[in-house]
């Protein structure tokens, strides 16, 4: 009799797990962001009262500073369209990847080490693996990216009306944005992310990502040049070309997620940032986690084991100093005298399969015997 060959890790990988059809989680999906959405408009005077007076405080600054900034492309709106929206994320990119890189590589400052997710890997980086994943990551930024930028930019912002003046947007203007970019860009990376899992594409495409078990920040854009632009560029983009943004609110918005996803990858869970667990959840098992908020991922199932898992119960935002790895850990600690104990225990009986590996083992090598009982 034949058995049924048992599925392979690449398997699971590459195949995953719907809850669900797909038309029935896209209305779930409709439901649950038109509600939020609905919510948040609803609640739009309010919030906006309240950081409006803020932001009217310090309007005459962040004016002046953009004022300042304008003036440094020679008040060149093509210019500040096309190489700013390279240049400015690019640059806010390695300010927050140096000081992760400076982590990773010297280890220091060690107290930042027991926020580490995945504590056995990359102490230290590999540096072979960590220059090749360098050089490829300058290669989408600044080719790949640079070529989508510089000749597609300007015409997008012809196109859209796109405004690059001196004169910056409302703020609660540029909250609503947010809002819609944020909700766009789960849409577009969740789905893009699961296209790319299917077997075709993640052998020739995705594959390369994934090189890294346990990512570092940098991970973010190690990627094919195929997948930087359909995962990576077109779901931020998407949404300033929606909403025909002000290129202020385009160079913020990739700012912030060029700056969450660096963090997602960091392989860190550091307090007061978003929690990486999902995705280097995602980094470690392959096919479970494909989305950045999570909405999509519940709807469809594919967080199933995530959500069964310790690394579940630590997604949260850590607000303390104790690392959450230590207050949820994934195995509960043994005692020092427990242990001990049954150290002492299975040398001096010498059974050391029967008595230290048995399931009926307890505490001092104390034995459950359930076929005893019942003959007694």
């Known amino acids: 009799m034949q058995t049924k ?6 398997d699971r990988e590459q195949v995953p797990k719907d ?42 600054f962040w004016q002046h500073q953009w004022g300042l900034v304008y003036d440094l492309f020679g008040e060149d709106e093509r210019l500040l369209g096309s190489l700013g929206t390279l240049l400015v994320p690019s640059l806010v990119f390695w300010l927050v990847n140096g000081f992760l890189l400076v982590v990773d590589v010297t280890g220091q400052p060690a107290a930042l080490l027991r926020y580490k997710i995945q504590e056995e890997k990359n102490v ?24 989508v930028t510089v000749l597609g930019a300007p015409h ?6 796109m405004p690059c003046g001196r004169e910056l947007p409302w703020f609660h203007w540029v909250v609503v944005e947010l809002i819609v970019f944020v909700l766009v860009e789960e849409v577009m990376f969740y789905y893009s992310h699961r296209l790319l899992h299917q077997p075709f594409l993640y052998k020739r495409v995705h594959k ?4 890294w078990t346990a990512p570092i920040g940098i991970v ?44 997602s990858h960091s392989g860190y869970h550091f307090p007061l940032l978003p929690s990486p667990e999902a995705h280097d959840f995602h980094h470690a098992k392959f096919n479970q986690c494909y989305g950045v908020m999570g909405v999509l991922d519940r709807l469809h199932g594919t967080d199933e084991q995530f959500r069964g898992n310790k690394a579940y119960e630590r997604h949260i935002m850590l607000l303390g100093l104790t690392p959450l790895s230590w207050s ?32 009926r083992v307890s505490s001092c090598g104390q034995t459950q015997d359930k076929n005893q009982d019942k003959t007694k």
């Open 220 to 263: 973010a854009l190690y990627a094919h040049p195929l997948e930087h632009i359909l995962s990576n560029v077109l779901p931020v983009a998407a949404g300033p070309v929606l909403m025909g943004s002000h290129v202020a609110t385009v160079w913020l918005w990739f700012c912030l997620a060029l700056t969450t996803t660096s963090v």
């Open 156 to 161: 997008l912002f012809s196109w859209r009306g």
């Open 5 to 10: 060959p048992e599925e392979t890790g690449r």
């Open 208 to 211: 390369k990502h994934h090189e």
């Open 328 to 359: 949820v850990p994934d195995k509960p600690k043994v005692g020092k005298e427990a242990l001990s104990c049954r150290k002492t225990s299975c040398h001096e009986s010498s059974c050391h399969q029967t008595s230290c590996h048995s399931p």
């Open 124 to 147: 230290p980086v590999d540096s072979a693996k960590l220059w090749k994943t360098v050089k490829l990551v300058l290669f989408n930024q600044f080719v790949v990216g640079g070529l």
């Open 19 to 60: 809850g669900g059809s797909v038309l029935g989680s896209l209305k779930k999906c409709v439901f649950v962001l038109g509600s939020a959405l609905l919510c948040l408009v609803a609640a739009r005077n309010t919030i906006t009262w309240h950081v409006q007076g803020l932001w009217k405080a310090s309007d005459s």
